[in-house]
């Protein structure tokens, strides 16, 4: 059973930093794409940061050069690193595993979300 496991989440002052972690475990097949989305509250959901395997990343177009995904293979770990906050970060941010299970069916993997605040 897949798992994965968000921390890293909390509140912080405008301007500051965090660093996201997802945790991954229980992932057999191979990952073709890892994710982070956030979900604000009375908004839809958005793509924050993308990984694929080969190491390509695309970014939501409002991080602007602030955030940076990354991972560990060894941990089998997703993070997001994230400075300059501002107020309008504030939201739960969700990662996400996309899983070849055979070629041409793919399954997507969500963790719980970890909520980020960014109020002074």
């Known amino acids: 059973q897949v798992r994965l496991v968000e921390s890293g989440g909390g509140l912080v002052q405008p301007g500051g930093s965090l660093r996201l972690s997802c945790a991954a475990s229980?992932?057999?097949?191979?990952?073709?794409?890892m994710s982070w989305y956030r979900q604000a509250p009375g908004k839809q959901r958005e793509l924050v940061a993308a990984?694929?395997?080969?190491?390509?990343?695309d970014y939501g177009d409002f991080v602007n050069g602030r955030f940076t995904i990354s991972r560990d293979n060894a941990k089998n770990t997703l993070y997001l690193r994230m400075t300059s906050l501002k107020p309008e970060d504030t939201a739960v941010y969700l990662c996400?595993?996309?899983?070849?299970?055979?070629?041409?069916?793919?399954?997507?993997?969500w963790g719980q979300g970890t909520r980020v605040t960014v109020h002074s």
């Open positions: 990984l694929t395997t080969g190491g390509t990343t």
């Open positions: 229980g992932l057999i097949f191979p990952i073709k794409l």
């Open positions: 996400t595993f996309v899983e070849i299970v055979v070629p041409g069916t793919e399954v997507d993997h």
